[in-house]
């Protein structure tokens, strides 16, 4: 069965800072999806970056980007510029690439808690 | 495009009784996820249909179950409630069960189980 682990419970950054976020994960299969999900207080959880295991390139959108290490099974989120609404939990996420079996459930991590300092 | 609704938004039971909750997908969406958040536990999957078919299920005993209707809409519904079923029950909905597509989550449903 596939894990993933979110070893930092509690992250915090200044303003306008960058931070990273860890994520490891275990898994024997070739093909997945990688995910970083943001889930603000009380609303709703986002889709903040996507990784497919077979691209090489490290996923990036605006100021969030991935550092994707396949061989170490590491997939860690940078979020540069920080700004007070990126306060949040984010979670890492698994999925397979399989087709069979009805494997494609989400496997999440427990989660980072990120404050922003102003 | 509306998002994912989730119906009741908070619910407050008792143990022993049992709970019914709704989801409603994005229009066009056919595969509904539900997953159970929990302090402790944190985010593990219940279940998932796909053109009214239970396509995967969790680990979680037989007093979750759910459904879905030919619209898409799905319920799922938690008998003999325990305490321990006190969480945030989130549904995600998808295109369908494709890894590549992207599931989208409601608000979520917060249980409480006195």
């Known amino acids: 069965a596939q894990t993933v682990t979110q070893s930092q419970p509690e992250m915090s950054v200044q303003e306008a800072e960058t931070v990273t976020l860890s994520c490891t994960y275990d898994?024997?299969?070739?093909?997945?999806?990688l995910f970083w999900y943001k889930q603000p207080p009380s609303r709703q959880m986002i889709l903040v970056i996507r990784q497919e295991a077979y691209k090489q390139q490290n996923a990036t959108e605006n100021r969030f980007s991935v550092n994707f290490q396949k061989a170490a099974k590491s997939f860690s989120l940078k979020i540069s510029d920080s700004q007070l609404g990126d306060a949040a939990m984010y979670f890492c996420?698994?999925?397979?690439?399989?087709?069979?079996?009805?494997?494609?459930?989400?496997?999440f991590g427990k989660g980072t808690k990120l404050t922003v300092n102003p | 495009k509306a998002g994912v609704t989730q119906t009741p938004r908070y619910l407050i039971k008792t143990r022993g009784q049992q709970v019914t909750l709704s989801c409603s997908p994005i229009s066009g969406h056919r595969s509904v996820s539900w997953y159970q958040q929990t302090p402790g536990q944190g985010l593990q999957f219940l279940f998932e249909y796909f053109s009214e078919t239970q396509r995967n299920k969790g680990n979680f005993p037989g007093r979750f179950s759910g459904r879905q209707f030919s619209n898409s809409r799905s319920e799922m519904n938690v008998s003999t409630l325990e305490l321990g079923d006190s969480a945030l029950y989130l549904c995600?909905?998808?295109?369908?069960?494709?890894?590549?597509?992207?599931?989208?989550f409601g608000p979520g449903t917060r249980l409480t189980v006195l």
């Open positions: 995600a909905s998808s295109l369908s069960p494709s890894s590549y597509n992207e599931q989208f």
């Open positions: 898994t024997s299969e070739s093909d997945y999806y």
């Open positions: 996420a698994y999925r397979s690439g399989s087709t069979q079996g009805g494997s494609e459930k989400l496997v």
